[in-house]
Nanobody, 123 residues
């Protein structure tokens, strides 16, 4: 059974940065596109960035473009999200996920979910 365990979130000031990471185990990490989702204002999650298996393509929601960078290390089975120039509206629970083919970047099909890690942006 695949596992994703996020770490590295926490509290940051507006304009600051945090870099959550997501080590993977129990599945072939390099076979899956990966993404980060955050709790939206409603009941669902909004997909913030995504990355293909070989890092040849990345997707960013307009709300984070130019501020967030997704990357992966297939040799060490780790997904990372560099979050810079944080805004209070970035406050959310962030979850990493392994994605199956057939969906879109903004509405993917999820194989494995992490439990999530909170990021709070506040003075």
């Amino acid at each position: 059974q695949g596992q994703l365990v996020e770490s590295g979130g926490g509290l940051a000031q507006p304009g600051g940065s945090v870099t959550p990471s997501c080590p993977a185990s129990g599945f072939r990490f390099s076979d899956y596109a990966m993404g980060w989702a955050r709790q939206g204002r409603g009941e669902g999650f909004e997909w913030v960035p995504g990355i293909t298996q070989d890092s040849s393509e990345m997707y960013y929601d307009y709300s984070v473009m130019g501020r967030f960078t997704i990357s992966r290390d297939n040799a060490n089975n780790r997904l990372t999200l560099q979050m810079k120039r944080l805004k209070p509206e970035d406050t959310s629970l962030y979850r990493c996920a392994a994605l199956l083919p057939g969906g879109t970047w903004s509405d993917p099909v999820v194989m494995y979910w992490g439990k999530g890690i909170p990021v709070t942006v506040s003075q």
